[in-house]
């Protein structure tokens, strides 16, 4: 997206164009909406200065206002700078002089960075969009401006709110190193699923500010506002001196209910937010991979360190860990995973402090060893099927020993985990090759993060490992009716981790639609007890239960399909049967699909028969009722007497529920199955008779 603006004040021309970095995943705050604005020039008053933001379902409006004064004889060049989060996008950038307004227009990037070099070569003032730091990019422009008069900057920008951690952030980052006449940062939020709670704070509010930090929060909506008086900003009575100057934050979430997400449909467009909050914590098995190579001397591995000696007091007693640390070579802390007692936990804290660094930089060595032992951990099952296996790699530079080319070492790593685990990559540092481990990382169902040289490294690497230590669900697909969704933003995601978020959004083919039928697919290591009856589907897991309803959308058509590993699938329909009938009841059809995925040893009611029966029907004759024949089947070496009917097949996707007939056994199945059917009624899914 280009932002091109164009226009003639006091014979200079001025040009802005915008171009947004790649959309990709920020480091701390779900969202920034920063503020660094530079007008300080000799005889420069900035009059006023308003941030105006107005969030609805997680999408932030935000305008920004300022009125800069020229109060010297002649011109001045004035400077406007903001600092942008870089998943942001401008859809407005407007200034006032003298009653003339020149309005920013949106151009093909090509042709706009050409009238910006052209503009530039001719002299004339221009300005552009660059990064600026880890979190952001700065949008500066300047602008000459007449004795005794003014300039009003209004820009405004617009991005989706990103849950992490349990909560959304909005950051405005304000600078205007003088004191400003008019100052306020107002904010108002409203969500339709309720707000479940909201802090708002500033890092350079000091105690006698805190007042003024004002807040009204009532069930679905929110307003913030803070305006500090001329002398309230002084850092001291009588001096120039601005306290203004850092972040004002304002934290929040929505209420969360036991359902597959909350849909918003309005003017033919719907957006679906999925963040199931009752899902337990699922144990991790994971692999610290730790670069000692020489390049990671000094601060880098002290923070390392410290960053480690938290992580570990983070484990859990029922996660298992291991330590590699490497350089041309390896150390292993153990030779294979170890549960996180307190006392394996002080051991490898020991371990951890005596890591110094020399060497060169063996990636692929490191990184083989580290998926064998996960492998070997899991075939000797010392873990809970519950578990989740990870890789958490951290380096600083390219791989120079060993096996160096980055295309190898992907397709090694690949071949090795082949969808088994997530890989985790952190580069640190600017001379590390960050490509090389966002596709690795991609690759294996995981995410790679810069970590930034600074004084906040350490918690750089504590937040991330906050972060990706909670894997609730992976493989997530996201699925809506073809007839009635037209377009689609992505609807599969590798993970969904604790305290984070899935948006999806659509354009309906029906504008008229209220509501439609959502299906969600995950994996997930979890021991999960499904028990579906004719009133109502029960999903238990670690003593909580999650209650649905045949009569809710998740259940279409009176179906609920179960699918196991993303493999097999079976298909449970509730069958209705006429409320006044002397004998019938509703009753419940169990199908089997992709049955050719199970093993040949399934057995049970249904495995005797996922590879056919030899039968044969004969002798023919009435039954109790003229229109369902009695026959004789030959099965199994036995003779059964059989009844002729017909049923409903919504097994196949050809006769979407023809009815189809059937053979009825008596004596419930007597002959036909293997033993009695009391026989294969148990108390529990998992145990044995």
């Known amino acids: 997206r280009i932002f091109l603006w164009w226009g003639k004040v006091f014979s200079m021309s001025f040009l802005v164009y915008f171009v947004p970095l790649h959309c990709c995943s920020k480091f701390f705050c779900c969202i920034f909406l920063l503020l660094l604005f530079s007008l300080f020039t000799p005889q420069v008053e900035v009059y006023s200065v308003k941030v105006d933001c107005k969030v609805t379902s997680r999408f932030a409006h935000t305008v920004i206002t300022s009125i800069a004064l020229n109060k010297a004889n002649i011109s001045r060049e004035i400077f406007f700078e903001v600092d942008l989060p870089k998943t942001a996008f401008i859809t407005n950038f407007s200034m006032s002089i003298e009653g003339q307004t020149y309005v920013g227009n949106v151009k093909e990037k090509e042709k706009?960075?050409?009238?910006?070099?052209?503009?530039?070569?001719?002299?004339?003032?221009?300005?552009?969009?660059?990064?600026?730091?880890r979190k952001m990019e700065k949008f500066s422009v300047s602008v000459n401006?007449?004795?005794?008069?003014?300039?009003?900057?209004?820009?405004?920008?617009?991005?989706?709110?990103?849950?992490?951690?349990?909560?959304?952030?909005?950051?405005?980052?304000?600078?205007?190193?003088?004191?400003?006449?008019?100052?306020?940062?107002?904010a108002d939020i409203y969500e339709p699923q309720g707000i479940a709670f909201l802090d708002a704070y500033g890092t350079f509010i000091t105690n006698d500010l805190l007042p003024l930090v004002e807040k009204t929060v009532t069930d679905k909506k929110a307003h913030i506002s803070f305006s500090p008086t001329l002398d309230q900003q002084r850092k001291c009575p009588g001096c120039d001196g601005t306290l203004i100057d850092g972040d004002f934050i304002i934290k929040y979430d929505v209420e969360r209910t036991v359902t597959i997400g909350?849909?918003?449909?309005?003017?033919?467009?719907?957006?679906?937010?999925?963040?199931?909050?009752d899902l337990p914590r699922v144990p991790i098995n994971v692999m610290f991979v730790i670069d000692r190579s020489g390049s990671m001397m000094g601060n880098k591995i002290s923070q390392t360190r410290e960053a480690m000696l938290t992580i570990l007091d983070d484990l859990h007693e029922d996660d298992y860990f291991g330590i590699i640390v490497f350089d041309s070579t390896i150390l292993e802390w153990k030779d294979s995973l170890t549960k996180a007692t307190k006392e394996n936990v002080i051991q490898a804290k020991t371990f951890v402090s005596r890591i110094n660094p020399s060497g060169m930089t063996n990636i692929n060595y490191a990184l083989m060893e580290s998926v064998k032992m996960?492998?070997?951990?899991?075939?000797?099952?010392?873990?809970?099927?519950?578990?989740?296996?990870?890789?958490?790699?951290?380096?600083?530079?390219?791989?120079?020993?060993?096996?160096?080319?980055v295309d190898k070492i992907q397709e090694n790593v690949r071949n090795a985990i082949r969808g088994n685990m997530s890989l985790f990559c952190l580069g640190f540092g600017d001379d590390v090759e960050y490509s090389f481990l966002d596709v690795m990382a991609r690759q294996n169902k995981g995410l790679a993060r810069r970590i930034y040289e600074g004084s906040d490294a350490t918690l750089q690497l504590q937040g991330?490992?906050?972060?990706?230590?909670?894997?609730?669900?992976?493989?997530?697909?996201?699925?809506?009716?073809?007839?009635?969704v037209n377009?689609?933003?992505?609807?599969?995601?590798?993970?969904?981790f604790n305290g984070s978020e899935i948006v999806v959004a659509g354009r309906l083919s029906d504008n008229s639609l209220d509501n439609f039928p959502v299906e969600v697919f995950a994996q997930a290591a979890l021991g999960v007890r499904l028990e579906v009856t004719t009133q109502d589907i029960t999903v238990s897991q670690d003593g909580k239960q999650a209650k649905f309803y045949w009569s809710d959308t998740v259940t279409k058509d009176r179906s609920l399909t179960v699918t196991l590993r993303d493999s097999v699938r079976f298909l449970v329909i509730l069958h209705k049967v006429w409320k006044q009938h002397p004998y019938h009841q509703d009753y419940l059809g169990f199908y089997t699909l992709d049955s050719h995925l199970l093993s040949p040893s399934v057995h049970g009611l249904l495995g005797q028969f996922y590879?056919?029966?030899?039968?044969?029907?004969?002798?023919?004759?009435?039954?109790?009722?003229?229109?369902?024949?009695?026959a004789t089947m030959l099965v199994k070496g036995h003779e059964l007497t059989v009844t002729r009917g017909w049923q409903r097949d919504f097994h196949s996707h050809i006769r979407k529920g023809d009815l189809v007939p059937c053979w009825f056994i008596h004596s419930n199945g007597n002959g036909l199955i293997d033993g009695n059917h009391t026989d294969y009624i148990m108390s529990g899914l998992f145990k044995t008779v």
């Open 611 to 630: 590879h056919g029966v030899q039968f044969e029907v004969r002798d023919l004759r009435p039954g109790e009722e003229p229109e369902k024949p009695d």
């Open 112 to 133: 706009a960075k050409k009238q910006y070099e052209k503009a530039v070569s001719t002299g004339q003032t221009a300005g552009l969009v660059k990064a600026s730091g």
């Open 262 to 277: 909350d849909v918003q449909i309005v003017n033919g467009y719907f957006v679906h937010f999925f963040a199931p909050s």
């Open 464 to 484: 991330f490992y906050k972060e990706v230590s909670t894997p609730l669900l992976s493989e997530v697909d996201l699925r809506y009716p073809d007839d009635l």
């Open 487 to 496: 377009s689609l933003t992505t609807s599969h995601y590798k993970q969904l």
């Open 374 to 405: 996960l492998k070997k951990e899991r075939q000797d099952r010392k873990q809970s099927e519950r578990s989740v296996s990870m890789i958490i790699l951290l380096t600083d530079g390219m791989p120079n020993v060993g096996e160096s080319s």
């Open 145 to 186: 401006i007449a004795p005794n008069s003014n300039v009003t900057f209004i820009m405004t920008h617009e991005e989706m709110l990103k849950r992490k951690l349990g909560q959304y952030e909005i950051v405005t980052r304000v600078k205007p190193k003088q004191l400003v006449q008019q100052f306020e940062i107002v």
